[in-house]
């Protein structure tokens, strides 16, 4: 009987919980689920700690002296393919793959080059988290095109909910519209405060909101920007502002579920749009507007904003928020969004389709 294919996923990562993280965890298990035999390399407790039993080999690293944790993969081998992530793991994907003589894959997480055009020749595949970070890779890093693949963003089982929250239900009966915010709260997430002005003072005018309550979940070195920012909205009496720390992923997407509208980008939009809450994409590198059916492929494209940079006027955003207001339009927006979520978009959808080009990588190199 054939063997398990089995896969090593080195994971550098510098913040205790983020989007790559949360995917981690998410792909460990979801490829494990799928009969897949993977050995996790990581410097984050946490990811290690949630991936847990679901890796065959769970490992700590110092990316700044590996050698130790690659002498034992090597025993625990063979292993069939390493599917590195940026960084100090793709350095070691690197070495380590051409060593023991397997293809190696790369996933691309975010707008960086990652010095792409060193091992451009050295992977089977490259995996982006969305399609704006094709030029990086193949036109600045000289990657082939023909390896390329969109492997989007996915969300856990938490945030997608039996019973999806009406869009009558999202303004409470004295007119309240509630904004959440869920993100680590630290440079790059800067762009939410200004998109966060800009959908308050905008719901302010409209007839059916009475008032608006910001709420905040996620910590970081930037907490105490995010809430000066957020404070100067709440000298309009209508305006409460609530910074709520971290919190467990339940409680997320129980703050998610009812709410009007969020603020965020990468997996912070993954997971909104999941629940059938509707998001004002501001991430790394632009605020790129609202999840309207008609920006579909420019938020998921850019990856809320994380990606690349739209410069999309405020009048547009304005303009949206409002048509979000109008009778039957929450629902047309539940009603293109949920199905492709739904299928697309779960851990396990995204494991699959990881699991579907990993094998097409293997089969390439013969092996």
């Known amino acids: 009987m054939k063997r398990a294919q089995r896969i090593v996923l080195p994971v550098h990562t510098t913040a205790p ?18 009969g897949r035999e993977v050995a996790l390399v990581s410097n984050n407790a946490l990811v290690r700690e949630r991936a847990g039993a679901a890796a065959a080999v769970n490992l700590d690293v110092d990316w700044d002296d590996w050698e130790p944790t690659a002498a034992a993969l090597e025993a625990e081998g063979p292993w069939d393919i390493v599917f590195a992530q940026p960084f ?21 997480h975010g707008n960086s080059s990652d010095e792409g055009y060193t091992w451009a020749g050295a992977v089977s595949l490259v995996a982006l988290a969305s399609s704006s970070l094709q030029d990086t890779m193949s036109a600045f890093d000289g990657i082939d095109p023909a390896i390329v693949h969109v492997l989007a963003n996915g969300a856990s089982a938490a945030f997608f909910p039996e019973r999806v929250v009406a869009p009558q239900e999202r303004i409470a009966p004295d007119g309240t519209a509630r904004i959440v915010l869920a993100s680590r709260l630290s440079q790059d997430k800067l762009n939410q405060i200004p998109a966060t002005r800009l959908l ?26 995010f809430e ?41 939009g993954t997971q ?60 047309a927006f539940q009603d293109a969004f949920q199905p492709l979520m739904r ?15 990993l094998d097409g990588a293997v089969a390439a190199n013969g092996r």
């Not at 100090?88 to 691309?108: D, K, L, N, Q, T």
């Not at 409209?206 to 979940?217: K, M, R």
């Open 343 to 357: 299928t697309e978009r779960t851990h396990a959808a995204v494991a699959e389709r990881a699991a579907m080009l």
């Open 88 to 108: 100090g793991a793709r350095r070691m994907g690197v070495e380590v793959s051409r060593r023991w003589g397997v293809p190696m894959a790369y996933m691309s």
């Open 200 to 225: 308050v003072e905008t719901l302010l005018q409209a007839p059916e909101v009475g008032s608006v309550s910001i709420e905040v979940l996620g910590g970081g070195p930037m907490a105490a920007v």
């Open 17 to 34: 919980w983020g989007g790559l993280q949360d995917w981690a965890v998410g792909m460990v298990k979801g490829l494990t689920a799928l």
């Open 228 to 268: 000066a920012g957020l404070s100067q909205l709440t000298h309009d009496p209508r305006v409460r502002l609530q910074m709520l720390g971290w919190a467990e992923e339940a409680t997320v997407a129980a703050t998610m579920a009812g709410a009007l509208f969020t603020v965020g980008g990468g997996v912070t």
């Open 272 to 331: 909104s749009l999941c629940m059938g809450t509707a998001c004002l994409g501001a991430g790394i590198r632009s605020v790129v507007g609202m999840s309207t059916p008609a920006n579909r492929d420019l938020v998921l494209g850019s990856n809320f904003g994380d990606h690349r940079v739209f410069r999309v006027p405020e009048s547009t955003i304005v303009d949206d928020v409002h048509w979000f207001l109008q009778p039957g339009n929450y629902q």
